[in-house]
Antibody
Framework: QVKLLQSGAALVKPGDSVKMSCKASGYTFTDYIIHWVKQSHGKSLEWIGYINPYSGGTNYNEKFKSKATLTVDKSSSTAYMEFSRLTSEDSAIYYC??????????WGQGVMVTVSS | DIVLTQSPALAVSLGQRATISCRASQSVSISRYNLMHWYQQKPGQQPKLLIYRASNLASGIPARFSGSGSGTDFTLTINPVQADDIATYYCQQSRESPDTFGAGTKLELK
């Protein structure tokens, strides 16, 4: 079955970067777009952007364009998101989600990122 | 960006009908496609897709969930509400980039 397994929680210092992963299994990785979504504590969801694993093409929410970088490694069926110049506002849970004929039909379990000195 | 407005909370009794609304700041429909989707999220879990394109039930979702609407006004209905349905429900539009989500409606027991 389709699974998206995300990397573990991260504790990072302000100004640092964090790179998180989303390993896909149960389907052909290059057939479906991977999205990334932010959920701040107790709050709603924000779409960060997506990457097409086949072409490497990306589309970002303007709000996160200078903050997030999306990449993939086709050989390991893994998508990555790097978040840079972290501040306390970036403390949140980050999800990867697969889109296809349906929107965000499959989600990873989320990565909790805490930014603290 | 398209803003989606949801009521913060809704209190219902078990076995009753729950109607959760979502209003968009502009139309999210293209031709016959209504690009509004609904998710359920329980504490400590990732969101789960319930309804896509306004009225299509996602795979594995019980038939007591249904969706309707077009243009700017959409509704998620749960009938009858069961204890397992206590969660927060989010609407999401994919009509225009960036995709946006509502603030969520917390379904509570009366």
């Amino acid at each position: 079955q389709v699974k998206l397994l995300q990397s573990g929680a991260a504790l990072v210092k302000p100004g640092d970067s964090v790179k998180m992963s989303c390993k896909a299994s149960g389907y052909t990785f290059t057939d479906y777009i991977i999205h990334w979504v932010k959920q701040s504590h107790g709050k709603s969801l924000e779409w960060i952007g997506y990457i097409n694993p086949y072409s490497g093409g990306t589309n970002y929410n303007e709000k996160f364009k200078s903050k997030a970088t999306l990449t993939v490694d086709k050989s390991s069926s893994t998508a990555y998101m790097e978040f840079s110049r972290l501040t306390s506002e970036d403390s949140a849970i980050y999800y990867c989600a697969r889109a296809g004929l349906t929107p965000f039909g499959y989600w990873g379990q989320g990565v909790m990122v805490t930014v603290s000195s | 960006d398209i803003v989606l407005t949801q009521s913060p909370a809704l209190a219902v009794s078990l076995g009753q009908r729950a109607t959760i609304s979502c209003r968009a700041s502009q139309s999210v429909s293209i031709s016959r496609y209504n690009l509004m989707h609904w998710y359920q999220q329980k504490p400590g879990q990732q969101p789960k897709l319930l309804i896509y394109r306004a009225s299509n039930l996602a795979s594995g979702i019980p038939a007591r969930f249904s969706g309707s609407g077009s243009g700017t006004d959409f509704t998620l209905t749960i009938n009858p509400v069961q204890a397992d349905d206590i969660a927060t429900y989010y609407c999401q539009q994919s009509r225009e980039s960036p995709d946006t989500f509502g603030a969520g409606t917390k379904l509570e027991l009366k």
